[in-house]
């Protein structure tokens, strides 16, 4: 079992700083990332990472427009050769903010708010906090050779993409490790995490209930939460997760229970980027209300997710480039929560 700590901080953008250190730690990464809807209902996605790969660059994971399908990546708003996978970044510190800004990127971030634009202005975000800084402390242990902090900040978005005014969730996540360390030398992936959901109802009353859940490596009993609800966060460890998949293994359906008091069903809708990223909408809650809209993003990492980290690694250390994920997974399904090729 994994020895862990959840606790709420309150905002300030000074949290955002590469220089910040909370229990003498550094930070190994930042990453902001939106699900959002237009008139028509098409969802889209994008996920930054700053310092994704080292201390100066910053990591384009994609801009996707959903197309409501399983198995398969869904086609890219802005391609990859007109908005560059990593570019480098500098980083301004103000009285009420602080700004991280590529070639291709800008991302401004205060206390409570972000603004956030891609690829000249094509996509537009800016967001509102609701609730507290939901943290995460996992001390160096037998299951965690380097300890963590991890904050997660989670928002209301709005803005536009290509024009088309768009709204839904966003959150943003800040992870500390042993100076000197990346997130892949870290092992957040390979050690603690597997598997990850958030999401955002609004009721026909007009109110907002949301948050996100972990579920970590088998042996962890890693169960941290943040849930916002009536305008007040709360974090917990006593959430449960159960999943559908296809044939391929794509997560098409899951219910998340937070103890006795609530249980959500989310009715996936279709995939991102095959198999660590789907999408859609909360179909029943035991709350008791009326859902008038709602946003989910669900995240999964296979066991064996770092072998195929190491095969990028390895590719890009040889071509000088990382390569395609989907071209690298081509034929391949989940089975008993690994990637595999049949044959």
Not at 127 to 145: A, I, K
Not at 259 to 268: C, I, N, P, S, Y
């Amino acid at each position: 079992m994994l020895r862990y700590a959840t606790y709420l901080e309150k905002p300030h953008h000074e949290q955002f700083s590469l220089g910040a250190d909370p229990r003498g730690l550094s930070s190994v990464l930042l990453s902001c990332w939106f699900v959002v809807t237009d008139a028509q209902g098409t969802t889209y996605n994008m996920m930054r990472g700053i310092q994704a790969e080292d201390m100066r660059s910053s990591l384009n994971f994609g801009s996707y427009r959903g197309t409501d399908e399983f198995d398969r990546n869904a086609p890219a708003v802005v391609p990859f050769r007109e908005h560059p996978v990593v570019e480098r970044f500098l980083t301004r510190s103000g009285p009420e903010s602080i700004t991280y800004e590529g070639k291709g990127f800008r991302l401004e971030l205060g206390d409570r708010t972000a603004d956030w634009t891609e690829a000249g202005g094509r996509i537009r975000i800016t967001t509102e906090l609701l609730g507290d800084v939901s943290s995460l402390y996992v001390p160096e242990q037998d299951l965690s050779p380097h300890p963590f902090v991890f904050r997660s900040y989670f928002a209301k978005a709005t803005g536009t993409i290509d024009g088309e005014p768009v709204e839904g969730l966003w959150q943003m996540d800040t992870i500390f490790s042993r100076p000197g360390l990346n997130l892949r030398e870290a092992g957040w992936v390979d050690h603690v995490y597997q598997y990850w959901l958030n999401w955002l109802v609004e009721y026909e009353d007009g109110t907002l209930e949301g948050g996100h859940v972990f579920r970590g490596m088998p042996g962890t009993d890693f169960t941290p939460a943040h849930h916002f609800v009536d305008g007040r966060s709360t974090v917990r460890h006593d959430a449960t997760m159960t999943f559908h998949r296809t044939d391929r293994g794509s997560i098409d359906a899951i219910t998340l229970s937070l103890g006795d008091d609530l249980t959500v069903e989310f009715a996936q809708r279709g995939s991102f980027d095959w198999p660590a990223h789907t999408y859609g909408e909360v179909a029943s809650t035991t709350r008791g209300k009326t859902v008038a809209r709602s946003w989910n993003y669900m995240e999964t990492f296979a066991v064996n997710w770092g072998d195929i980290e190491a095969l990028g690694l390895a590719h890009q250390k040889v071509h000088g480039r990382f390569p395609s994920l989907q071209k690298l997974l081509e034929g391949a399904v989940v089975r008993d929560e690994h990637i595999v090729w049949p044959g």
